[in-house]
């Protein structure tokens, strides 16, 4: 085969790889849902819960790829000294998806204590249960647990088949994440709540008020 056919065969084929792209952008284009309230307006007082803001270092909000964010400290009247941080972060094209505490807490030094992690599913006085990962990540001899889950609002029927194969559930894949996404973190100190009973009764308590910004088209992980 000469040079110029060589090239020609090489140019239709990447135009043909080009043309199959864009056309399974559109085949699988898909909303990407906005939060029906600011996350800003979420009441500092949640049931027996006082919150209070924590400020966010403007370079932190800028690597977790936030559209909004809220970052707080709760404390609870029923369990006094008992305090959960409250992290939750939208962004509207899912890139923060890639920040998962699976991904972000090895990267500074924390270990993951996997024989005390589990999956809980919280059930809800009023509406559908959630379920989520309680991770445990010990430095030095501080120990604290994650209860981590996250949303994908307007996510295409492929994407949600993928999102399901062993190989690619995981919430750090932001390829696969073709709506808009908010992820939901409760850190505390791993003293305080062994067992993760109190942390039960603030995601309850949570997801009164926070029914009211999610989206409708919505589905719900626990995968990190």
Known sequence: MSPICRLIACSTLLLTGIGAQAALEVVTQTDRPELRKSLEELPLSLGDWSGRDVPIDP???????????????????RNPGVQFG????????GLNMRHSPEVCLPSTGWVKAESLCKVMTVDRRAGPPVKLSRLVYSQGELV??????????????????????????????????????????????????????????FVDALMVELDRFLPEERAEYHVP
């Not at 909004?68 to 609870?76: A, G, M």
């Not at 409250?86 to 094209?93: A, D, H, K, Q, T």
């Open 144 to 201: 604290q647990s994650i209860g981590f889950w996250y949303y994908i609002f307007g996510e295409g029927r492929l994407e949600r088949l993928v999102r399901q194969l062993p190989i690619t559930s995981r919430s750090s894949h932001g390829r696969t994440t073709r709506g808009s996404g908010m992820t939901v973190e409760v850190f505390c100190s791993g003293e305080l709540d062994p067992d993760g009973e109190v942390l039960r009764g």
């Open 59 to 77: 370079s932190i909000r800028e690597r977790a790829q936030t559209d909004d964010c809220l970052n707080r400290v709760y404390e609870s009247s």
């Open 86 to 93: 409250l992290w939750i972060n939208y962004s509207s094209r």
